[in-house]
């Protein structure tokens, strides 16, 4: 899988994305992440990229030759004309059935605006998703871009040591992970939950399917209206919220 960061801060998507688990997926060839510097396409010698905007208003704008010169020079390289991902408050919520729908993309490029944003011909001409991480305003879209590269590469085959992971993690059914423990047994007064020191994977399968549903209906209860539960489930679900209403 190739990533493609149409950004001001190469060095900034570089040094986060090169370190940990995405840097290891680079090493081993299995994503590959690429960030072209929009001031390279800049076209005059002072490079600048943005200009005030028309009709007044506070801040720059990064204006649409660049951009637009710099996605025509991706697309050239590649032979293609991949997806476009600007990152933007304005955008549809990223979430975790997004990053598997994105995932089964080879090539993604992710556009990065900074000051004001970036003149609206330049998204016209080549954006095709609008993504947001959330309710709140950054500096530049480069976090963002950051954050979802991260979440889309471990879905990528090889990339998690344990694959099976990302299989049964936060979100899988739309339920938030069961609660993990690791030695030693006893840590100030609090034990292991005896079942998982019992070796009976079937009884060790059920009590974390019902932790999961415990868990989202405290943290997370809108998740449960999509969740995936089968009758018995369901049944427990009904019955932890007929305890929580009489009390
Ligand atoms: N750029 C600035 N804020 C952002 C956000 N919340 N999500 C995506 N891109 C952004």
């Known amino acids: 899988m190739n990533f493609y960061i149409m950004t001001l801060f190469p060095d900034m998507v570089m040094g986060g994305l090169s370190t940990s688990i995405t840097g290891r997926a680079m090493e081993k060839g299995l994503i590959s992440v690429e960030a072209v510097n929009i001031r390279d396409y800049a076209g005059n010698k ?26 025509e020079d991706v697309c050239t390289r590649l032979g293609k004309r991949p997806r476009v991902l600007y990152m933007t408050p304005q955008g549809q919520v990223f979430n975790q059935s997004i990053a598997r729908e994105l995932a089964k993309e080879e090539d993604l490029v992710f556009l990065c605006g900074h ?44 990339v998690l040591n ?18 993990q423990y690791t030695r030693p047994e ?20 059920e009590w974390r399917r019902k932790e999961s549903i415990k868990r989202t209906l405290k ?28 009390l």
């Not at 330049?122 to 991260?150: F, H, K």
């Open 186 to 205: 006893e840590f100030r007064g609090m034990k292991v939950p005896e079942v998982l020191l019992s070796g009976h994977h079937k009884k060790i399968e």
């Open 162 to 179: 344990n694959q099976v992971s990302a299989d049964i993690e936060s979100f899988h059914d739309n339920l938030l992970e069961y609660p």
């Open 115 to 158: 000051y004001e944003g970036i003149d609206e011909r330049a998204l016209e001409a080549i954006c095709t998703d609008y993504l947001s991480i959330g309710d709140y305003v950054l500096t530049g879209g480069e976090l963002p871009a950051m954050v979802m590269i991260d979440c889309i590469s471990r879905l990528v085959p090889g």
């Open 46 to 71: 002072h490079n600048s990229v943005d200009d005030y905007p028309y009709g007044g208003g506070a801040g720059m704008v990064m204006q649409a030759p660049p951009v637009w010169d710099c996605y």
């Open 219 to 246: 943290r997370r209860p809108d998740l449960l209206a999509d969740a995936n539960l089968d009758k018995k489930e369901r049944m427990f679900l009904e019955e932890l919220l007929a305890i929580s209403e009489s």
